[in-house]
């Protein structure tokens, strides 16, 4: 009996750490859409490996995440909060155009991800 409450709240542990690799995983994923550009079409050999670096670190933080949890589930969580991110930067850092449309697509998408986490079965 004690067992097996270990060895959920450790499963519990494992899952929720997890979630915090893949929100790690989904930050770098936000530098490294920001690094291409740099690298001016692997052009430039110090972003360009930047580029390489901050795309390798993602997918491996990716891969450990999916240790514990569904694969759709982290890799829509992984590229949702990349969308956003290298969106909210573009009209932030770029000035991207920004309007109503887009708007409601980052609403969505946020929509997605918390609909994605919360429905997770654990």
Same mark, same amino acid.
């Given at each position: 009996? !004690?067992?097996?409450? @270990? ?13 915090? $690799?893949? @929100?790690?995983? =989904? ?7 920001? =690094?291409?550009? +740099? ?5 430039? +050999? ?23 949890? +569904? @694969? ?8 949702? $909060?990349?969308? @956003? ?5 573009? $009209? ?6 920004? =309007? ?7 609403? !969505?998408?946020?929509?997605? $991800? ?9």
């Amino acid at each position: 009996m !004690m067992s097996t409450y @270990v060895e959920r709240s450790t499963a519990m542990r494992s899952t929720e750490m997890n979630w915090l $690799i893949l @929100v790690f995983a =989904s930050l770098i994923e936000i530098a490294w859409s920001q =690094s291409i550009k +740099p690298t001016q079409g692997f052009t430039k +050999p110090l972003p360009t490996l930047l580029c390489f670096v901050l795309a390798a670190a993602a997918v491996y933080l990716l891969s450990r995440a999916m240790q514990t949890l +569904p @694969v759709g589930t982290a890799y829509a969580v992984f590229t949702g $909060i990349g969308a @956003v991110g290298a969106i909210g930067l573009g $009209i932030v850092v770029h000035k991207d155009p920004f =309007s109503a449309g887009r708007a409601l697509a980052l609403a !969505m998408i946020v929509g997605g $991800i918390v609909l994605a986490r919360v429905t997770n079965p654990e």
